[in-house]
């Protein structure tokens, strides 16, 4: 926690767990969907559900999915833009199994088609934590840059992930790796210190048994 | 790497012959790896989003429950057609808090000090002390340093969190970093800007976090008033040079053990204290039926 965290953020109120912190998961999932938003059918719960309203978290949810971060004046006027721009979306509230209070499940489905289930939790102060992705768990902050390889259970796709951040002098903050079945599909995912070259995304992305690749920097966009 | 205690800073203070101030830019500096003018450069934006907030304020804006706004306009016409109990400076400073508060409720933008729901206070005592005083503000800057650093203290051996310790860690702690500040401007050393921290800190140890509705709209604009009043006060008997009884460190460790034993519902649940009132319940009714 450094200094401005206790002298900000700077954000659109009034709470940071249920406006700011909402306004971020949205803004991560539309980071993830890498399409531009279509159709939203969000699901809140916990607290999320019962006081949600009143603190602007959907309204919040929506202008994170448009692309706003949470100090930006326009997050009240959020279901008007979406409106505008042919967004559709939906909103309900959801009992979800061993989640945090503040937790919020996101089904989304960009322009071109892409969909995403995005599981996220605002966990107080702002931050938050992306829980699970198209059901699978991941649990990053999203604060670091964040690197999230699809991959095939297969030996070896770990090593040449590895080997890749080492070769381009990429220091490792956390990495955990899941998956749904031995030899089905695994999900590894990395939080790093340094941001990670493009060119070296580019060709993990080519490598055979990779399915998917999805990388991050939220410090590039401060 | 933040400091852990309120009396680390002052030793580090003392070895290193410089000010409260500068060593908290220097943990930001080596926290962060930020050179000292990107440092003040962020501390001045941080400043510019106050005080653009504070010009930004909207009379006629009301909360989504319409329960909050207008009420700090109410107050700054009351200061101007008469002279306030607690004097025109302390009038300012509970218009600013309510303000700040109100703004905060209507969905507008704030900076969070340290949580959203107490953003009021430390603007509150430095935004009229800048204007009242003509102070300069690289001096107003070096006092959100100290503010910034008792409140990292606190968030680090207790909480700033409504949910986890009650309003004594929101209004509570945002108290205390603006007494430091207070402190600091007005000719206060280390020690005496510690005392400020843990008197105010002291004097409002126990407030229970009792959001109506859950919402951060009754009491917690009213509560940024004394939490900016209290600041006020407690700066003025450090610098008369009254001391906390209490070494400031303890009190912060005193207030996370009555957080720790706050009962659920007097933590930011909306189920106890004000929120439990028959008022607060039909108010809380109300809503529930208006977003059905």
Not at chain 1, 66 to 86: H, N, V, W, Y
Not at chain 1, 122 to 143: A, P, T
């Amino acid at each position: 926690m450094n200094i401005f965290d206790i002298l900000g953020p700077v954000m659109v109120g009034p709470s940071s767990s249920h406006t700011a912190g909402a306004v971020r998961i949205g803004y991560i999932a539309h980071k993830l969907l890498q399409d531009e938003l279509a159709n939203a059918e969000i699901y809140l719960h916990g607290s999320f559900a019962t006081t949600g309203a009143g603190h602007g978290t959907d309204r919040a949810l929506i202008a994170g999915l448009l692309g706003m971060k949470p100090d930006d004046i326009r997050i009240p006027d959020s279901f008007q833009i979406a409106r505008e721009q042919g967004v559709t979306f939906s909103f309900d509230t959801k009992n979800i199994k061993d989640a945090h209070p503040n937790t919020a499940l996101l089904l989304l489905t960009g322009k071109s088609g892409r969909t995403l289930e995005v599981q996220a939790a605002s966990i107080g102060g702002g931050r938050i934590m992306i829980q699970k992705l198209d059901g699978i768990d991941v649990n990053f902050s999203s604060e670091k840059p964040t690197l999230i390889v699809h991959n095939l259970d297969q030996p070896g796709h770990v090593a040449e992930v590895t080997s890749m951040l080492s070769h381009k002098s990429v220091n490792i903050a956390t990495m955990q790796l899941y998956r749904d079945k031995r030899g089905g599909y695994a999900v590894m995912v990395l939080e790093t210190d340094q941001p990670i070259p493009q060119e070296a995304i580019a060709w993990l992305a080519h490598l055979e048994g990779i399915i998917k690749v999805t990388y991050f920097n939220s410090e590039e966009e401060a | 790497m933040a400091y852990a205690s309120l009396a680390e800073i002052i030793d580090y203070t003392k070895e290193h012959n410089i000010l409260f101030w500068e060593a908290v830019l220097e943990d930001d500096m080596a926290e962060r790896k930020v050179t000292k003018e990107a440092s003040f450069h962020q501390m001045k934006a941080t400043w510019d989003a106050i005080r653009h907030a504070c010009s930004h304020y909207e009379p006629k804006r009301r909360s989504s429950s319409g329960l909050v706004g207008g009420q700090g306009a109410q107050m700054e016409e009351y200061c101007r057609a008469r002279t306030p109990l607690c004097g025109s400076f302390v009038g300012k400073v509970m218009t600013q808090a309510l303000k700040m508060g109100e703004s905060n409720a209507c969905m507008k933008r704030i900076v969070a000090a340290p949580t959203a729901g107490a953003c009021g206070v430390l603007p509150a005592a430095l935004v009229p002390y800048y204007e009242e005083r003509k102070e300069d503000e690289a001096r107003i800057l070096e006092a959100m340093y100290v503010s910034a650093g008792i409140g990292q203290v606190i968030a680090v051996r207790a909480s700033i969190s409504g949910a986890a310790g009650g309003c004594q860690a929101e209004i509570g702690s945002a108290s205390a970093m603006a007494a430091g500040a207070l402190t600091y401007l007005e000719g206060g050393n280390a020690a005496q800007i510690c005392h400020a921290s843990a008197m105010a800190l002291k004097n409002l140890l126990g407030l229970v976090c009792d959001p109506v509705a859950g919402l951060v709209e009754i009491p917690c604009v009213k509560r940024n008033v004394i939490g900016a009043v209290n600041a006020l006060s407690a700066a003025d008997m450090a610098l008369a040079g009254i001391e906390s009884r209490i070494p400031p460190d303890q009190v912060i460790d005193a207030m996370k053990e009555v957080g720790d034993k706050l009962d659920a519902s007097l933590r930011e649940t909306g189920m106890g204290g004000l929120a439990a009132t028959p008022a607060g319940i039909e108010i809380m009714d109300k809503l529930h039926h208006k977003t059905r």
